[in-house]
Structure formats: structure tokens, C-alpha cells
């Protein structure tokens, strides 16, 4: 509502003389200042409303100051450095950083396939009847909650991957660096492998609405071409919600870098950098989880604190990234808050 | 027909079957687990799961009520902070979110919305446990709370905007002042989208364990207290999985079989409830 | 034009600009609607007939940027003096939409009822009287008397817009305004409504936007034609049907635009 020249609200509450006994119908002429409701209401509702501003200001603010500390003391090397000695006072984070970066990659790579096939599959390929089912299953994979997945990595797949997979690989490709190593089940193959299992239901989403956000008349041009089905697909439809199916992976990719309870139960949570993955490592969620509350010293804590505002950081960037591209694509629509 | 067009139909009825194979795939993961959770977790439903306390490590019997307890009333709590909140941060964002400020905080929200939940832990930790010196149940829902306030607040504001702009504005000639056309026709008529966003918030957090770990703690003890650390069920589970016991093991399984069902029957009927009312509305 | 000289003015406009931000969407527009009558507003698409109706009953404020100079007078006081509650203006005034919007989560009972109980009238006897006069002048009473309190949604598209103009007239407002009203509406609604607009004008003043040039001469007793904000000319219906007096109002008349 604008400033009208005439507009009630912006005059003072001055009252002329009133008409003479105004009849019930003629209220309106001489009532005035019943804004008190409006007023209440939204003065209480944009209380309200500031409360998340409010906590995200005092949120950034606690991890700066708790950080301070290490901020000072190791300046810019702490996320390059890889010594972490908690008795010594030395802490490096390069070792969390790798491994966050690392599973979520390695997550990554499983799960595009994975995710991108189910969208396309959905909305291109199959049966009507089939639609329904098959995208409240793979929702399902979103609500099932993280100590879950890690409860089945711990006693499902690190024991199969220790039977089944780790022991083929190891003959085929153990010369390599990526498959070096003894394997004690915990490592950074489990802890990507969960990864990808939980967000290929995010990725799966919002790449679906994406698709369907692609006009149909893209597809018809194309088979109207004389293109195969697949063809219509992957060179019509896919390359027009580019943007946005680059920004659902990249979303994907922002929640795999938060997650904390199932991988810190199948990764091995040891400070260490290797490119095999079928060693143990650490992500920064993972470490926060494990060492924040039992911290050795105030330099210690320091140092989680640093890790969380670094985690912070990261995920706040790469999810703007994600909205950004997808909400090229989708105009503005709802797209994406399916994926909370 | 010529070669390279056989080929290329080929080809697409190969990656036909192929996305077909992966959507599978993922069906087949979450089959698995789910299969799993049962196998494994069933056969402890017993009474005694359900109603006993945890024992002394290394026996054998008791259970999880102090962790099943525990969990209704940190989410139950978290809830009652976190529902009137949100709620009313979408009816701002839907009313009057046009301007600076709504730009804002929808903003905010969204970032919120993608900082992970261990982070949101540490600021429960800095402003409630550390102050009183202690692990406490009331630090776990206000961490709780945190995380669902900003996802309430985007679904609400979503159903909201869905009621056609003409109801709002027959009310309005119809002499309602604006508060009144906001809750009572408005927010009313999406009254059932907003209940169900709410259901889906709750059923996150009832599954969350990150933000409990250094607020609400866990208890081998049952108790009510909620100044004091108190167990729940997902960080029951987190314990336990990791435990040398086998008991431990079983209980854990046990423990995310009821945990999965709590979750499972809250969200995703609610989420598909949305679904069909968007559909209808369509 | 010269108001027939017995009756009560009831709603006039003095110089009516109407205004979004900076642009102008209706200009100086000065027009008398005569008490008990019907006047038909006609033009073609985008000359502000519906921001012209909507100035009457102060919604085109609620508008972004929307604002007014000029004056509306109900019977003779100025609606938009700065003493004036446009919410208790609006009870006053009533107004039909051109796609029937009953509230969905309210039974056909409480739809009508709703004008009473924000005017914090509560009393079930009296409530009920004013819903059923409501009803009957609406021409609904007959159909849903024994299901009133069955969901508003459960009416035909036709019978949901008589229930709009009822849940309008509760109230008893000095002046209704419709706009476009049997646009949604199939032909049998539509009459049913048109013959609704002859038996209520017995009580109230009604102003009419439509599209449809047909359903004006039926309608009312005056009709005005705007054209891109402005008012070109208004008069009594058969008047302006059969021998306007402006080139731009015989031309849309005829059919050569609109």
C-alpha cells in the first residue's frame, strides 16, 4: 500500500465534530482508527519474522568470535595445514577439508547417474502407472534419517563391501593409488557410497521438476525432426534445463558437504589425507560431531568453532550457487523447496 | 531401414533401459534398508523394548522408554517454540513479504535451510549449555526448533500464496479489516497445507541427531527434566550402533525400525497430502 | 447529464482520476448514479472500467501503487475523506466479483452470514432473519434452505455466484457493485442473474460492469461508456443505444472495435 494523498493511515488520528447523531448506516462517515487489529497483527507477525534474521546474525557472529582464537593464532595455513595435535596446540584442517571435498565428490559421481536417471526416467520414459510409485520410493530415501543410514553402513555395507567389492577392486585396480591400501571396512568408499544413497532423492527432485519445467514443445520440435525417443531427451530436453540440472547436482553436492551422522559412523573419522579410498578419513561435519564437545583446551575449541564457520561458509555459497542456477531455469517457481 | 538408423534406435532402446535400470537401482537401495530395518529390528519389538529403561552395560534385557519419552518431549518442546514461529514467519512472508524486509528474511531462510544441522548444533551449545554450565534437553529443542523454524516458514508461506487472490479480496469488500482477511479467510483456507508443512518439519527433526549431540546429550536415565541432558531416539541409536555390545546392536536396530515408522508415518503421508491438493487445486 | 429531478442522488463521482504510481488509468471522471437505479458501465478491454468500480468501494487503494484525486460522494459525503474507515466504507458498499468466490472452509450459512459477524453482529435469531432475506432477494433461498449448512463448494458455478451476491447483500449495503458477473457464468445463470439485478434495484443502487453490450441495454436504466480512461458518455440506456451522441461511443456500439 502506497502513500495516497488521501490516505488515512499517514494523517493523525484527529477527529472532526461528528454528525449529528449519525444513523448506524452512516458510520462510516465519522468512525475512524479501527486499525488497531491490522496494526497488532502485523507488528506481532514481523516479530516473528525477525527472529531468523536474528539468529542468523548471532549464528555467524558465535562461530567468528568462538573462532577467533584459532583465526589469530594460524591464520589462512589452517586450511592447508594437516597436522592435528591436540595436546601440542597445533591444528590443521586440510586433512577434513580433503575428506568433505573427496566424499562429496566421490558421492557425487554414484549418485548423478543414479538421480538424473530417475528423472528422466519419471518424466520421459515411464509407464503413467509407474510414476506415482516409483517417486514416493525414492522421496522415501529422504526421510529415512541420517543415524539410520549410518546404523545399515555400519552392519549392511561395510561388512558387504568388505566381502564383495573391496577384494575385486583390489585385484583389478589396487596398482592404482585410488584402491591402495589394507581395508579396515571404515573408509572413504563407505562413507561416499552412503553419501550418494541419501542425496540421490534431493538431486532426483529437483532435477524432475526441472525437466518438467522444459516446455514440451522442445520435445515435439525434436521428434518432429525425426529424432528417436532417447535422442528427443538427451539432446532437446536435457541441454534446456542445463542450468537447472547443474544446479540440482550442485545442491545435491551442498548437502552431501553437511551431512554428519552417517558418516562419521562408516568413514573412520581419522585426520588424514590419501587418495585411496579405501582408507579412513575425516569430513569437517564429521570431526565437529566427534571432538567439539570433548575439546582439549580453549585452543581446541577454537579450532572446532573455525571448522564449523569454514563448513558454514562453504555450504552457504554452494546452496546460493544451486538456487541461483536452478532458479534461472524455473523462473522463480517453487522449484527446490521440495528439496528441504 | 538403414544402418545407422537401426543403430540409433538401438541405441535409444539401450538408454531406455538404462534409466530404467538406475531408477531401480535407487528403489532397490531404499528396499534394501527398509528390508533390513525390519529383519533386523523386528523381532526386538517386545514390551519390555517399549516400556523398560536400559540396564547396565553388558546385560542383557531392558529398553529404550527413556529414549522414546526423551524424543516426544524435545520434539514435542522444539515444536511448541518452533511451530508458532515458523507459522508466523510464512503468514508475514505471505501478507506483508514484499518488501525489504521479507526479501530478507526469506533469504535468510533459505540459507538456513542449508546450513547443516551439527553447525546449528553449535550455536544451541554456545547460547544455552554453555551458559548453564550443562547439557540440557531444553538446549536440544531450542537447537530443534532452529532447524524446522526456517523450513515452516518457507511451506507455509507456499500454501498460503496458493489461495486464489480473489478470496482475499471478497473478503476485503466485504468490510474485513486485513488482519482478519489474513488469518481468518486466508490462512484458513490453507489451513490444511500449513498443517501438513508442519507435520513434515516435525518429522525432520524427530529424526535429527547432529544438533543433539552436545545440547540434549543422551541419559542412560530416564528422566523428565528438561534442564538436564536427556536421551533420545536417534541419539540412542547413534550410541548404541557404535557400542561393543551385541545388545547394543540389537536395540539400535530395534530403535530405527521405530524410528523409521515414527518418521515415515508423520512425513511422507503428509507430504503426500500436499501433493494431491496441489494436484486438485491444478 | 441531468439527474431525473425527483430522485435521491445516492453515489456520484467528482473529478475521478484514478492512478497507478505515476500513470493515469481513468481520467477526471464525473458521474451520477441516481438511487434505485441500474447503470451498466460498458468499453472495451482496458479502459478502466473495473479500477473505476473498484475507486467506488476504496479497493483500488489496496492495489500496488494504486491511488485516487478527485471525489466519491455516498450521499453526499466524501468516501475518501481523511476521517473515513475504508473498512467500515466497505460494509457499506457492497461488491461481486466476476468469478464466484465463496469462502471454501465456510458452509453456505456462515458465507452469508460473514459480512454480519466481522460487523460483530452475533445473534442467532438475528443472524438467521438476515440470512434467509439475503438468500431470498439472491433468488437461492428455495434451492439450498435445507442444506445450509453444506459447503458453499458444493454449488453450481451459477448458484455460487447468487451466493456471493447474497453474502454481498447481508449486510444491506446502500450500493452494489458488480463487476462483470456473468462472465463464468452459462446462459441460464446469466439470465438468472439479470432478472436478480431488476427485482434488487428496488432496494439497492447497482452499478454493473460488463462486456457484453446486450446484457446492458437489458440490464439497466443508464448506461456510461469509457474509453481508455476516459468517460465519454453516459445516459439512459435506450438513449445511448439508439442515438449516441459521441462518434467513439457509436463506433464500439456497432461493433467497429471493442
Not at chain 1, 573391496?166 to 571404515?186: D, I, M
Not at chain 2, 540412542?236 to 555390545?245: K, L, S, T, W
Not at chain 3, 449448512?149 to 447468487?162: K, V, Y
Amino acid at each position: 500500500m502506497t502513500t495516497l494523498p488521501v490516505d488515512p493511515a499517514t494523517t493523525p488520528d484527529a477527529v472532526s465534530a461528528p454528525a449529528p447523531t449519525p444513523t448506524p448506516q452512516a458510520e462510516w462517515r465519522t468512525l475512524r482508527g479501527r486499525n488497531v487489529g491490522d496494526r497488532l497483527y502485523r507488528v506481532t507477525l514481523t516479530a516473528l519474522a525477525l527472529v531468523l534474521p536474528l539468529l542468523l546474525v548471532t549464528l555467524l557472529a558465535e562461530l567468528v568470535i568462538g573462532a577467533w582464537p584459532a583465526i589469530q593464532r594460524f591464520g589462512l595455513p589452517f586450511v592447508w595445514t594437516s597436522v592435528w595435535d591436540p595436546v601440542a596446540g597445533v591444528f590443521g584442517a586440510a586433512p577434513m577439508i580433503f575428506g568433505t571435498l573427496a566424499s562429496s565428490l566421490l558421492a557425487l559421481l554414484i549418485a548423478v547417474p543414479l538421480a538424473l536417471g530417475v528423472a528422466i526416467y519419471l518424466t520421459e520414459f515411464s509407464p503413467k502407472w509407474l510414476r506415482q510409485p516409483i517417486a514416493f520410493l525414492v522421496e522415501l530415501l529422504a526421510a529415512i534419517p541420517s543415524v539410520v543410514y549410518g546404523l545399515w553402513g555400519i552392519f549392511v555395507l561395510i561388512p558387504f563391501l568388505r566381502s564383495y567389492v573391496v577384494p575385486p577392486l583390489r585385484a583389478a585396480l589396487g596398482w592404482t593409488p585410488f584402491f591402495s591400501g589394507v581395508f579396515y571396512g571404515n573408509s572413504l568408499l563407505a562413507g561416499g557410497i552412503i553419501l550418494a544413497i541419501m542425496i540421490v532423492p534431493y538431486i532426483a527432485a529437483v532435477s524432475r521438476e526441472v525437466l518438467l519445467a522444459v516446455p514440451a514443445n522442445q520435445r515435439e520440435a525434436a521428434i518432429g525432426m525425426g529424432a528417436t525417443r532417447w535422442e528427443a531427451v538427451w539432446t532437446a530436453v536435457v541441454p534446456y534445463g542445463r542450468a537447472g540440472l547443474i544446479g540440482a547436482i550442485i545442491l545435491g553436492l551442498g548437502r552431501a558437504l553437511g551431512e554428519t551422522m552417517a558418516v562419521t559412523m562408516v568413514i573412520g573419522n581419522r585426520h588424514d589425507i590419501s587418495l585411496s579410498v579405501l582408507q579412513p578419513a575425516y569430513t569437517m561435519a564429521a570431526a565437529i560431531a566427534n571432538e567439539f564437545s570433548e575439546a582439549v583446551g580453549d585452543l581446541h575449541l577454537a579450532a572446532m568453532f573455525e571448522v564449523g564457520l569454514v563448513l558454514f561458509v562453504i555450504t552457504v555459497i554452494v546452496n546460493a550457487f544451486a538456487r541461483l542456477l536452478i532458479w534461472r531455469v524455473a523462473r522463480g517457481t517453487a522449484v527446490g523447496s521440495r528439496a528441504l | 531401414m538403414s544402418g545407422r538408423s537401426v543403430r540409433r534406435h538401438v541405441t535409444s532402446g539401450l538408454m531406455t533401459s538404462l534409466v530404467a535400470v538406475l531408477s531401480f537401482t535407487a528403489v532397490f537401495a531404499l528396499v534394501l534398508i527398509l528390508a533390513d530395518l525390519i529383519a533386523k529390528g523386528a523381532s526386538s519389538l517386545d514390551w519390555d523394548f517399549f516400556t523398560k529403561n536400559p540396564v547396565p552395560a553388558g546385560q542383557s534385557g531392558g529398553g529404550v522408554a527413556n529414549a522414546i519419552v526423551g524424543t516426544g518431549i524435545i520434539v514435542g518442546l522444539a515444536a511448541l517454540i518452533g511451530l508458532p514461529v515458523g507459522v508466523g514467519t510464512g503468514l508475514y512472508l505471505a501478507e506483508y513479504g514484499s518488501g525489504r524486509l521479507g526479501w530478507t528474511v526469506r533469504f535468510v531462510a533459505d540459507v538456513l535451510n542449508g546450513t547443516p544441522s551439527i553447525v546449528i548444533g553449535i550455536f544451541a551449545w554456545t547460547w544455552l549449555v554453555r551458559p548453564m554450565h550443562g547439557y540440557s534437553a531444553l538446549a536440544g529443542s531450542v537447537a530443534l526448533a532452529a532447524l524446522m523454524i526456517p523450513m515452516i516458514a518457507r511451506t507455509t508461506e507456499e500454501m498460503v500464496r496458493l489461495v486464489p487472490h480473489s478470496l482475499r479480496e471478497a473478503a476485503l469488500a466485504l468490510g474485513y479489516p486485513r488482519w482478519r482477511t489474513s488469518l481468518r479467510v486466508v490462512a484458513r483456507t490453507a489451513l490444511a497445507g500449513i498443517v501438513t508443512g508442519c507435520l513434515v518439519g516435525i518429522a525432520r527433526i524427530a529424526g535429527e541427531t547432529a544438533p543433539l549431540i552436545f545440547t540434549a546429550l543422551g541419559n542412560l536415565n530416564f528422566t523428565t527434566n528438561i534442564t538436564q541432558p536427556m536421551q533420545t531416539l536417534p541419539h540412542e541409536i547413534y550410541e548404541y550402533a557404535q557400542g561393543p555390545f551385541e545388545e547394543w546392536h540389537r536395540l539400535a536396530w530395534a530403535s530405527a525400525l521405530v524410528l523409521m515408522s515414527l518418521v515415515l508415518l508423520l512425513g511422507v503421508t503428509a507430504r503426500w497430502a500436499i501433493r494431491q491438493r496441489h494436484g486438485a487445486a491444478r | 447529464m441531468a439527474p431525473p429531478a425527483d430522485a435521491r442522488l445516492r453515489l456520484e463521482t467528482v473529478r475521478l482520476t484514478a492512478l497507478f504510481g505515476r500513470r493515469a488509468v481513468l481520467k477526471d471522471v464525473t458521474i451520477i448514479f441516481p438511487a434505485h437505479t441500474v447503470t451498466a458501465v460498458i468499453g472495451p478491454s482496458g479502459c478502466g472500467k473495473s479500477t473505476f468500480l473498484r475507486c467506488l468501494n476504496r479497493m483500488h487503494e489496496l492495489s500496488e501503487g494504486g491511488w485516487v484525486t478527485g471525489r466519491v460522494l455516498l450521499d453526499g459525503a466524501d468516501i475518501y475523506d481523511s476521517h473515513v474507515d475504508p473498512v467500515q466504507l466497505r460494509r457499506r458498499i457492497g461488491m461481486v466479483f466476476q468469478r464466484p468466490t465463496p469462502f471454501p472452509t465456510m458452509s453456505i450459512y456462515d458465507n452469508v452470514a460473514a459480512g454480519l459477524r466481522v460487523n460483530g453482529h452475533r445473534g442467532r435469531r438475528e443472524l438467521d432473519e438476515v440470512v434467509e432475506r439475503a438468500l431470498r432477494q439472491a433468488a437461492l433461498w428455495d434451492e439450498v434452505k435445507d442444506r445450509l449448512r453444506a459447503s458453499a463448494l458444493a454449488l453450481s458455478g451459477g448458484q455460487q455466484q447468487r451466493l456471493c451476491i447474497a453474502r454481498a447483500l447481508a449486510p444491506q449495503p446502500e450500493v452494489l457493485l458488480l463487476d462483470e458477473p456473468t462472465a463464468s457464468l452459462d446462459p441460464a445463470g446469466t439470465q438468472r442473474i439479470e432478472e436478480l439485478c431488476h427485482e434488487l434495484k428496488r432496494l439497492y443502487t447497482i452499478v454493473i460492469v460488463t462486456h457484453n453490450m446486450q446484457q446492458a441495454a437489458r440490464v439497466s436504466d443508464y448506461t456510461a461508456f469509457f474509453y481508455l480512461g476516459d468517460l465519454i458518455e453516459v445516459g439512459r440506456t435506450e438513449e445511448l443505444f439508439t442515438r449516441p451522441t459521441k462518434e467513439q461511443t457509436e463506433a464500439y456500439i456497432t461493433g467497429r472495435f471493442g
